[in-house]
T-cell receptor, first 116, second 113 residues
Framework: NAGVTQTPKFQVLKTGQSMTLQCAQD?????MSWYRQDPGMGLRLIHY???????DQGEVPNGYNVSRSTTEDFPLRLLSAAPSQTSVYFC???????????????FGPGTRLTVT | EDKVVQSPLSLVVHEGDTVTLNCSYE??????LLWYKQEKKAPTFLFML????IEKKSGRLSSILDKKELFSILNITATQTGDSAIYLC?????????????FGQGTTLQVKP
C-alpha cells in the first residue's frame, strides 16, 4: 500500500491563480479530510468527506472547494489564491467509525504552498 | 466554542529527562483523544484514548485521559534526541458518523544531547 499520497510537494502561486492539490489513498478508507497547518495554530480542518459523493465544511472552508467522486481521491481546489492561504496542507484518511478498527488517521506527506 | 489547548507550547530538555505534555479540551460530544508526533513531515499516530484512567504505553511514552477534568497528559521518560518533535493532541467529537478532529496548537519539544 502507498497509503495517502499528495501532489505536488511544493507549489508557488501568484495571488488570484487557482490550482488543485491532489490527494489519493489506496486503503479503501471512507473518511478523508484536508487540513492546513500554520505556525502556532496546529492543524485546522478545511473540508472533509465521509464517503464518495459526500463532502462537508470544516473549521476554515472559505476559499477552498472539494469534491469526492471516488473513494480513492479527494482533491482540494483553491479558487483564487491569496497570501493568507500560504500554509502546509495535509490530506488524511481513516476507516469509517463503527468498523471496529483503530480509527487511526493516516496523513499524507503534505504540500507546502506559498502565495505571493 | 470547541477548543483544544496544549501546554507548554515549547520545551527544551536534556537527554535523560522526563517530560510531561498537557492537553485540555472543551468540546461537545467527546468521542476520543489522540496524540500524534510530527517530525519533519506528516504527523504519525501515537495513542488514542477513550476511557478515563486507563494508561496507554508504548516504550518510553505513556498517556492517560481524565474525562472529568477534561485533559490528557503525554509522558516521555528518559528522553532521547530522537524524541525532538512537535507533539499534537487532537480531540474527536460530534456525531458517531463524522467524528471531526480538532487539533491543539502543538508542543515543540527539543531534546539536547
Amino acid at each position: 500500500n502507498a497509503g495517502v499520497t499528495q501532489t505536488p510537494k511544493f507549489q508557488v502561486l501568484k495571488t488570484g491563480q487557482s490550482m488543485t492539490l491532489q490527494c489519493a489513498q489506496d486503503m479503501n478508507h471512507e473518511y478523508m479530510s484536508w487540513y492546513r497547518q500554520d505556525p502556532g495554530m496546529g492543524l485546522r480542518l478545511i473540508h472533509y468527506s465521509v464517503g464518495a459523493g459526500i463532502t462537508d465544511q470544516g473549521e476554515v472552508p472559505n476559499g477552498y472547494n472539494v469534491s469526492r467522486s471516488t473513494t480513492e481521491d479527494f482533491p482540494l481546489r483553491l479558487l483564487s489564491a491569496a497570501p493568507s492561504q500560504t500554509s502546509v496542507y495535509f490530506c488524511a484518511s481513516r476507516e469509517r467509525l463503527g468498523t471496529g478498527g483503530s480509527y487511526e488517521q493516516y496523513f499524507g506527506p503534505g504540500t507546502r504552498l506559498t502565495v505571493t | 466554542e470547541d477548543k483544544v489547548v496544549q501546554s507548554p507550547l515549547s520545551l527544551v530538555v536534556h537527554e535523560g529527562d522526563t517530560v510531561t505534555l498537557n492537553c485540555s479540551y472543551e468540546v461537545t460530544n467527546f468521542r476520543s483523544l489522540l496524540w500524534y508526533k510530527q517530525e519533519k513531515k506528516a504527523p504519525t499516530f501515537l495513542f488514542m484514548l477513550t476511557s478515563s484512567g486507563i494508561e496507554k504505553k508504548s516504550g518510553r511514552l505513556s498517556s492517560i485521559l481524565d474525562k472529568k477534568e477534561l485533559f490528557s497528559i503525554l509522558n516521555i521518560t528518559a528522553t532521547q534526541t530522537g524524541d525532538s518533535a512537535i507533539y499534537l493532541c487532537a480531540v474527536r467529537h460530534g456525531s458517531s458518523n463524522t467524528g471531526k478532529l480538532i487539533f491543539g496548537q502543538g508542543t515543540t519539544l527539543q531534546v539536547k544531547p
